[in-house]
Nanobody, 116 residues
Framework: QVQLVESGGGAVRAGESLKLSCAAS????????VGWYRHTPEDQRIVIAY???????NYVDSVRGRFTISRDTRKNTVTLQMSNLQPADTGMYFC??????????WGKGTLVTVSP
């Protein structure tokens, strides 16, 4: 079992920044990856960024260069620094992890609202 707790959402204007944090109940080295997803109006969750147990990162094209995912392995925390936010970035953001057995875990989400 892995518990994930997100924090850091809020309401900002276009061009501003926010930082999201995801605290995991287990060591990040026990997990294949930890990532951030956004729930879309079409009722889908799309991956925004993820970081693997070895520290490799990947981003969806729409946020590359604006968002940075990082981790603190001492605190078992993964952070998503979001800069130059745009209205299209609005949505509920969820932290996800997959353990070595291939099981997925989700946090409860945190809302990001970006106004023009």
């Amino acid at each position: 079992q892995v518990q994930l707790v997100e924090s850091g959402g809020g309401a900002v204007r276009a061009g501003e920044s926010l930082k999201l944090s995801c605290a995991a109940s287990r060591s990040l080295f026990d997990l294949n990856h930890v990532g951030w997803y956004r729930h879309t109006p079409e009722d889908q969750r799309i991956v925004i960024a993820y970081i693997t147990s070895s520290g490799k990162t990947n981003y969806v094209d729409s946020v590359r260069g604006r968002f940075t995912i990082s981790r603190d392995t001492r605190k078992n925390t993964v952070t998503l620094q979001m800069s130059n936010l745009q209205p299209a970035d609005t949505g509920m953001y969820f932290c996800n992890s997959r353990d070595r057995a291939g099981e997925d875990y989700w946090g409860k989400g945190t809302l990001v609202t970006v106004s023009p």
